[in-house]
């Protein structure tokens, strides 16, 4: 099962004086059970290269098949497989607007014509997953919540369709550190404990390397790289830095140590590792205990 792009390009108000190609030929698969992260400058094509992978914007020319299916077309075949991929849009909070916690969670299940006691079980499932106590929060109004919280609510809302794909639009902007890492524990929980395909779209490249198995650099409508983060980190950085993203400071301070010639493991991207790796050569070279 994938999700498969061939030779899709697409251009905004064609035939217009503001005509605009967003992506050029872009050829890409992305299997079942990977965690991909996408980066970029802001307007090299990441919001409209996700647009298509739900069928939101459908190519110019070219194809987007979600497990087989081309996702042009109105068939009810269409229909449930772009509901096989979520998406979790910029601020999600934005898009609330139910009266209680629960009937937000609801709506996406309810719209696709559920019944009462699968609609709750969905709910049910979808908040206990996200950390959000149905007993405490479910008749309570979703706009009284914290930024991190609203954004559980609004990603237990996307949960609830029960999506093997999800896809998240910069799921921490605007949040403080302790709601970023609420968000990103949960996004982690959903890709580790319910085996769903994350695909990430950040200018953070901290974040994605520490998250993403596979990382896929846009530039200028175009996929620059595509590969594992650290072998990009090592290999690619004038690439990077021609397409306007950093290699992450953590990585950038392994390699100026390696270069220096201090044993460092340069591939680490939890900073508390590397400090452990560090702590342990300095009582090495101190002799201390
Ligand atoms: P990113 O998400 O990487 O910032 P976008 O996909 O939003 O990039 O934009 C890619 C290019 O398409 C940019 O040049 C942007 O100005 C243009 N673009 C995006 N949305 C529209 C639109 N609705 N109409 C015209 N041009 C657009």
Known sequence: MSIQLEHVTYTYGQG????KTALHDIN???????????IGHTGSGKSTLVQHLNGLLHPTSGTVTVNGVDLVGKTKEVKETRHQVGMVFQYPEHQLFEETIAKDIAFGPRNLGYEDAEVDRRVREAMEFVGL?????????????????????AIAGVIALDPSYLIL????????????????GEIMKLHKEKGITVILVSHNMEDISRMANRLIVMHQGEVLLDGNPIEIFHNDREALQSAGVDVPPLSQTLQALADRHI??????????EAVEDLYAYVKEVRHVK
């Open 16 to 19: 217009t004086p503001f005509e």
């Open 28 to 38: 890409l698969t992305i299997h079942e059970g990977e965690f991909v992260g996408i």
């Open 133 to 153: 106590d149905y007993d405490t929060y479910a008749d309570r109004s979703p706009f009284h919540l914290s930024g991190g919280q609203m954004r559980r609510v």
């Open 169 to 184: 639009d910069e799921p921490s902007a605007g949040l403080d550190p302790f709601g970023r890492e609420e968000i990103f």
């Open 263 to 272: 044993p460092v493991n340069i591939d680490r991207v939890h900073v508390q």
